[in-house]
């Protein structure tokens, strides 16, 4: 009698134990809420600063620096660059390797290893190119996309980084200045609007550009 009731008890614990492992798995998954960023990079009126802004932090936090031994060299800062292009593919371009070689030396490194003509190089090649005049080609709105990253933190029907174009274009559709709000982020950046993840400022762009790119979103 004993034996039997025991057998009935282990019985009853292991569906117990099949019921809350089912429950469990059929709980729906919590999204997962990362922190706010709080390092910050260190500003510059160098180009490099623009474009670690830019593309560097979609992928991870200003305090990766932290990590890298003090006093890196412009050499050095360049080839850790190079090394993030070609083995992690990181959507950086060979002159913005370099801009921001300069840039991370300049700043966190060994400054004295950045030259004149460094500075030179990439103040010249960071430079904006100016609005085309009306009658020449269209811009072609995917490759700047593609060059300055954008698709890295948005897609046009899904969330990843950003939100979705699509989403953003149902937000401001039936506001009479979501075209300029959208260009405004662009440009500006913006934090706050779509959760904790900033968006940072593509102000090298030209105004012809910008107002392309939010065309485009505003018609997804």
């Given at each position: 009698m004993n034996q039997s009731r025991a057998s009935s008890f282990a019985f009853a614990l292991a569906a117990l134990a099949a019921m809350a492992a089912a429950a469990v798995s059929a709980a729906p998954a919590k999204p997962i809420q990362l922190p706010a960023e709080t390092v910050k990079l260190k500003p510059s009126s160098l180009p490099g600063y623009v474009v670690a802004q830019q593309k560097c932090a979609m992928c991870h936090s200003a305090d990766y620096i932290a990590y890298q031994p003090p006093g890196m060299t412009v050499a050095q800062w360049t080839a850790e660059m190079t090394k993030m292009q070609h083995l992690y593919g990181a959507p950086i371009s060979d002159v913005e390797v370099k801009v921001l070689g300069v840039y991370l030396a300049a700043t966190y490194g060994d400054a004295n290893?950045?030259?004149?003509?460094?500075?030179?190089?990439?103040?010249?090649?960071?430079?904006?190119?100016?609005?085309?005049?009306?009658?020449?080609?269209?811009?072609?709105?995917?490759?700047?996309?593609?060059?300055?990253?954008?698709?890295?933190?948005?897609?046009?029907?899904?969330?990843?980084?950003?939100?979705?174009?699509?989403?953003?274009?149902?937000?401001?559709?039936?506001?009479?200045?979501?075209?300029?709000?959208?260009?405004?982020?662009?440009?500006?950046?913006?934090?706050?609007?779509?959760?904790?993840?900033?968006?940072?400022?593509?102000?090298?762009?030209?105004?012809?550009?910008?107002?392309?790119?939010?065309?485009?979103?505003?018609?997804?």
């Open positions: 290893s950045v030259t004149a003509a460094d500075r030179a190089l990439t103040a010249e090649a960071s430079a904006p190119m100016p609005d085309r005049p009306a009658s020449t080609a269209a811009i072609d709105v995917q490759a700047l996309l593609n060059a300055n990253a954008c698709l890295g933190c948005h897609a046009v029907a899904q969330k990843i980084v950003g939100p979705a174009y699509h989403d953003v274009a149902n937000k401001y559709k039936a506001d009479p200045a979501g075209l300029s709000k959208i260009a405004a982020s662009i440009k500006g950046g913006s934090s706050g609007k779509w959760g904790t993840a900033p968006m940072p400022p593509f102000a090298q762009l030209t105004d012809t550009q910008i107002k392309e790119l939010a065309a485009f979103v505003m018609k997804q």
